[in-house]
């Protein structure tokens, strides 16, 4: 007995419905994969943004601190004025003077346009000794933003009832103070801000979400003025 003809069939392909399946799936996994990949990269920039914000600070307060350390002590030349957004002072300067010109310099740190600033005049032979006068306020006030350089820009309020401006300075007696002059030098600078990351600042809008508070402490060694 012969066995009946086996029926061959050919293979079938996939179904619409298959494909639809299949295509909607590996659309997914790229969307997620874009996603992960997207989300990688913006931790990475905000790592690399928070350290890039770590190193300006760094670099403010280490020339900051720098400057103080400079600061002119011991005679009636002794000039230390401070506000809440202007801290000025006479400290040594390492270039050699010629013509018997004097090796101070006026140094000037101030808060401008959400950006803190750092002023240097040093005495010529055509502005010492006739014009040279650091004593009087008005006179750095507007003598010392021609060459300023921004060294930290983004910089906002730390907050506005303890620290709404980034200079507070703290007297021999503990007191905090706004404002010192030359005849009561502090002995100690608090300053305190919060700064936003240059993406922040690029897109125009800053949220508090987005600021760093940064608070630093600095002692000074600038006895009051002495004259005899």
Same mark, same amino acid.
């Given at each position: 007995?012969?066995?009946?003809?086996?029926?061959?069939?050919?293979?079938?392909?996939?179904?619409?419905? *298959?494909?639809?399946?299949?295509?909607?799936?590996?659309?997914?996994?790229?969307?997620?994969?874009?996603?992960?990949?997207?989300?990688?990269?913006?931790?990475?920039?905000?790592?690399?943004? !928070?350290? =890039?914000?770590? =190193?300006?600070?760094?670099?403010?307060?280490?020339?900051?601190?720098?400057? %103080?350390?400079?600061?002119?002590?011991?005679?009636? =030349?002794?000039?230390?004025?401070?506000?809440?957004?202007? %801290? $000025?002072?006479? $400290? $040594?300067?390492?270039?050699?003077?010629?013509? @018997?010109?004097?090796?101070?310099?006026?140094?000037? @740190?101030?808060?401008?346009?959400?950006?803190?600033?750092?002023?240097?005049?040093?005495?010529?032979?055509?502005?010492?000794?006739?014009?040279?006068?650091?004593?009087?306020?008005?006179?750095?006030?507007?003598?010392?933003?021609?060459?300023? *350089?921004?060294?930290?820009?983004?910089?906002?309020? @730390?907050?506005?009832?303890? @620290?709404?401006?980034?200079?507070?300075?703290?007297?021999?007696?503990?007191?905090?103070?706004?404002?010192?002059?030359?005849? !009561?030098?502090?002995?100690?600078?608090?300053?305190?801000?919060?700064?936003?990351?240059?993406?922040?600042?690029?897109?125009?809008?800053?949220?508090?979400? =987005? %600021? /760093?508070?940064? /608070?630093?402490?600095? *002692?000074? !060694?600038?006895?009051?003025?002495?004259?005899?």
């Amino acid at each position: 007995m012969t066995s009946p003809a086996t029926t061959l069939h050919s293979p079938q392909g996939f179904t619409l419905i *298959e494909m639809l399946v299949s295509t909607a799936v590996f659309a997914l996994m790229v969307v997620m994969l874009l996603q992960l990949t997207e989300g990688l990269m913006s931790n990475a920039n905000r790592v690399d943004e !928070n350290l =890039q914000v770590d =190193q300006d600070v760094r670099v403010l307060f280490d020339l900051m601190r720098r400057d %103080l350390a400079q600061a002119r002590i011991g005679t009636n =030349q002794n000039q230390f004025y401070g506000t809440p957004t202007r %801290l $000025s002072f006479v $400290s $040594s300067t390492p270039n050699l003077k010629t013509n @018997y010109v004097s090796d101070q310099r006026l140094v000037t @740190y101030y808060l401008s346009n959400n950006a803190i600033w750092r002023a240097v005049v040093e005495p010529t032979s055509s502005n010492y000794p006739a014009r040279w006068n650091p004593l009087v306020p008005g006179w750095w006030a507007s003598n010392v933003t021609a060459d300023a *350089e921004a060294l930290l820009e983004g910089v906002f309020p @730390y907050n506005s009832e303890d @620290y709404p401006d980034p200079f507070v300075y703290t007297l021999r007696n503990g007191s905090l103070v706004a404002d010192t002059t030359a005849t !009561n030098p502090p002995s100690g600078l608090t300053v305190g801000f919060a700064i936003a990351g240059r993406r922040a600042l690029a897109r125009g809008s800053v949220s508090t979400n =987005q %600021l /760093k508070k940064i /608070k630093y402490d600095i *002692e000074l !060694n600038i006895p009051p003025a002495f004259n005899p």
